[in-house]
């Protein structure tokens, strides 16, 4: 089962970093706007994760019943359709989300020029152990250095969050100084799941999957094609039963967004640590990149929750 998700909770923040608060973002320092990013990636990573599980699932019902519409009895479908690349993948990236979450929340608040106070957490460990069952599940070769780096990195950056309780204003380029091997870690894994090119990885999974379908598709389009019984008006509907179908489908490039946001959250964070005057470019380009990433996922269009 894929790690619990607060996306009420956080809401709010998804909101405020795609621009709902802009007077206030404007004002913030780019160590604190880039906290609010990589928190508010959470919840935004983990929609698109649950998108494209979604529509890998449905591919799967998709191929089997248009096998059994060419008179081939499909095998029998797992409950609510059988797991695919993107939540295997989900397995990992959770967990890692949650951790740079975590840590993203108390950057945030040292950097706002408050105490830090950790949110609460099932703790580094808990997150890794779980990333290391997960692993051998995922649709990539992770090379051994990236892997243990990684799961490391995951367990490392709650426990820098929960050292980091009652620092003060000024120590932000010092708390991200320490976590930022772990955070290149965190995001060289998840890169590596996810597949650095296209056609790699989980990318190659899910795409071929929506390949299958559509050649099943054009399988059952060719047969009515050629079923006299069927007529021009039954070939038209099914026609456009079929192309309804494909409207349905995920925008292409919901892990392509969530590739480019990971190199936005590694470079933007390298820029703070070394107290580069760049960093507030950096992190507009993070800002940028969730935005891409939420409106792919259509959570762009959320209204703020309420109280």
């Known amino acids: 089962m894929r790690h619990p ?6 809401m709010p923040l998804v909101l405020a970093v795609a621009g709902c608060a802009g007077t ?4 913030a320092s780019p160590a604190a706007r880039f906290a609010a990013s990589l928190e508010a990636s959470d919840p935004a990573v983990d929609a698109a994760i649950t ?16 096998a059994f519409a060419l008179g081939r009895m499909p095998p029998a479908p797992a409950p609510g359709g059988a797991p695919g690349a993107a939540e ?57 250095a990236v892997r243990e780096a990684g799961i490391a990195g995951i367990a490392a950056l ?19 100084r320490e976590a930022a091997p772990h955070v290149s870690a965190v995001t060289a894994l998840l890169v590596a799941v996810i597949g650095p090119q296209q056609g790699t990885a ?20 060719e047969a009515s094609r050629r079923d006299p ?38 470079e933007a964070h390298a820029a703070i640590v070394a107290g580069d005057p760049a960093a507030e470019t950096k992190v507009a380009g993070l ?10 996922t259509g959570q762009d269009h959320a209204e703020p929750a309420t109280e």
């Open 51 to 66: 998108v494209m599980d979604g529509f890998e699932r449905r591919a799967q019902r998709e191929e089997r019943a248009v």
């Open 5 to 10: 998700r607060r996306l009420a909770l956080a």
């Open 202 to 221: 989980t990318r190659g999974a899910v795409r071929a999957r929506r390949e299958a379908m559509e050649a099943a598709h054009a399988r059952l389009l």
């Open 287 to 296: 800002e940028a990149a969730l935005a891409r990433l939420m409106t792919l």
């Open 158 to 176: 709650p426990a820098i969050a929960e050292r980091a309780g009652g620092r003060g204003a000024g120590a932000a380029q010092a708390l991200a």
């Open 229 to 266: 019984g069927l007529g021009a008006s039954g070939r038209y509907a099914l026609y456009h039963q079929v192309a309804a179908l494909r409207d349905q489908d995920p925008l292409p490039g919901s892990f392509t967004a969530i590739v480019t946001l990971l190199g936005a959250i590694e």
């Open 88 to 144: 295997a993948a989900g397995e990992v990236i959770a967990p890692a989300f949650t951790a740079l979450g975590d840590y993203a929340h108390v950057l945030g608040q040292v950097a706002s020029g408050h105490a830090a106070e950790p949110r609460p957490t099932v703790g580094g460990e808990v997150l890794s152990q779980g990333v290391a069952q997960a692993l051998p599940r995922v649709s990539a070769t992770i090379p051994p």
């Open 24 to 27: 206030e973002r404007d004002a």
